[in-house]
């Protein structure tokens, strides 16, 4: 079953002020007519080199972003059409994680805080029951309720990361896009994030979008890949045969760039 369905998205932004001061031509097609079905219970990973529209379809699926034309589904029910009521509840089932979870973590807010926010926004629940589904999230990601009262900037990247899953986890979403979420860290940090995120899929029934510029983490945890090129999907299909029998030149590029060995 469809969990997401995503039909002739297209997202073109102004080009506005270019580098050198001029006022720039034209405009960027990010995202340019893809469509693209995501199963329940799935890891779709979505690969393509940087600038390919990426972390711009993510937002979309989301709507975080309007598209300039097509469609979203989630579970059904039009995206884009939905209103602000709606939108609020549907949001508590769509979650995102990020590459910088520095930059997506407030820096005055302490571990609890963090964490607990989505909770003090979105249910209505005494202190007591919050701070035990705040412990309950944090031995979810492997951290110690120790580091409840502590604050970002205390934390190594991969600590990091594992705060902003549980934040991400705090609302019992279905569905996560995860953009480029161990980019931003060494190969063995990323390797335990990415058997995390694969732990918790099982343990919680969730549904990825896994977004990576990288063809060896994505082909480790994806069940199928979905591969960008200046915007367009060029190729979707099972893990195996994308990397098996890559079918668009650009995808072999990309496959036959991979070691064999990675995460
Ligand atoms: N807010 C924006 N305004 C203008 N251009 C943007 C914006 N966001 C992304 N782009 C452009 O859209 C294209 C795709 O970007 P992005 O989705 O970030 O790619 P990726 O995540 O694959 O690296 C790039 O050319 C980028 O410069
Ligand atoms: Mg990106």
């Not at 937002?59 to 097509?70: A, D, Q």
């Not at 979810?140 to 934390?155: C, I, M, N, T």
């Not at 199928?224 to 030149?249: F, S």
């Amino acid at each position: 079953m469809s969990l997401v369905e995503i039909r002739n998205l297209t997202k073109v932004f102004p080009l506005g002020e270019s580098m050198f001061g001029a006022r720039a031509q034209g405009e960027v097609r990010a995202v340019d007519d893809v469509s693209l079905d995501i199963h329940a219970g799935e890891t779709l990973g979505l690969v393509g080199e940087s600038g390919s529209g990426k972390s711009t379809l993510g937002r979309l699926v989301l709507r975080l972003i309007e598209p300039t034309s097509g469609s979203v589904r989630f579970e059904g029910r039009d995206l884009l059409a939905a209103g602000h009521g709606e939108m609020r509840r549907l949001r508590r089932d769509m979650q995102i994680i990020f590459q910088d979870p520095f930059g997506s973590l407030d820096p005055r807010m302490n571990v609890e805080d963090i964490i607990s926010e989505p909770l003090v926004i979105h249910e209505a629940m005494s202190l007591a029951v919050r701070h035990a589904r705040v412990l309950e999230l944090l031995g979810a990601v492997g951290l110690d309720p120790s580091v409840l009262l502590r604050f970002p900037h205390e934390f190594s990247g991969g600590q990091r990361q594992r705060i902003g899953i549980a934040r991400a986890l705090a609302l019992r979403p279905k569905f996560i896009v995860a953009d480029e979420p161990v980019s931003a860290l060494d190969v063995s940090v990323g390797a335990q994030i990415v058997n995390l995120l694969a732990q918790l899929q099982r343990e919680f029934g969730l549904t990825y979008l896994f977004i990576s510029h990288s063809m060896p983490v994505v082909r480790y945890l994806a069940t199928r890949i979905a591969v960008m090129y200046r915007g367009r999907l060029v190729e979707v299909g099972d893990t195996r045969q994308i990397t098996e029998q890559p079918q668009h030149p650009y995808t072999r590029s990309l496959v036959e760039a991979t070691p064999e060995i990675a995460v």
